[in-house]
């Protein structure tokens, strides 16, 4: 962690990130590391008319200790449809900010959008040292982890964090029993308190 200065993370919709990696971006932020985020679509598809799922997002982000939120107009649904586009945006970002490590999404996940992402990432990151794919709802249950981030000073974080999103309060992953079982449930793993979860692409030591 020490090594690690400059952090690029990596979501297809408002929330991914929050859900995947929230309180580990909280964590890093806290700890001096400059954080950036990209989130390529706003979400349309994914919630009710009426809420605006960007704004829910920049909020999400700046409550985690995230400054810099970048938000994208990528087709809702449709990445696979623009994966060309979506690499050159993401080496874009990283030709900029010169990353130390990447977070991105799960190369399994059953959401299409997920998996473009990931794809772009492993083009567009191929320069940079770490690259860990998180967990969302949608990785299970094909995600088996081997990195580990404890986060019991942040998972409170990112629980208030995840209230901002108020288009997605019916859904089942958002509870904050849920949020807390599944950060437990990862602590088990490897005897630890609260943590969250990655599968590395790559992982330079």
Known sequence: MDMVKTVLALGAHPDDLELGCGATLAKLSAGGVAVHTVVFSDGREGGPPGFDRAAE???????????????????????????????????????????????????????????????ASVVACRKVRQILGYETPSSYPNFTPTVFEPVDDFIEAKVEALKLHVSQGDRLYMQQEKIRSAAHFRGVQVDLGQTESFIPYKLVL
């Open 57 to 119: 997002t920049r909020a999400a982000l700046e409550a985690l200790g995230v400054t810099s939120v970048t938000q994208h107009d990528f087709a809702d649904t449709r990445l696979h449809e623009s994966l060309n586009e979506l690499i050159a945006c993401i080496e874009e970002h990283v030709r900029k900010l010169v990353p130390d490590r990447v977070y991105t999404m799960f190369h399994l996940d059953r959401h299409q959008d997920h998996r473009t992402v990931h794809e």
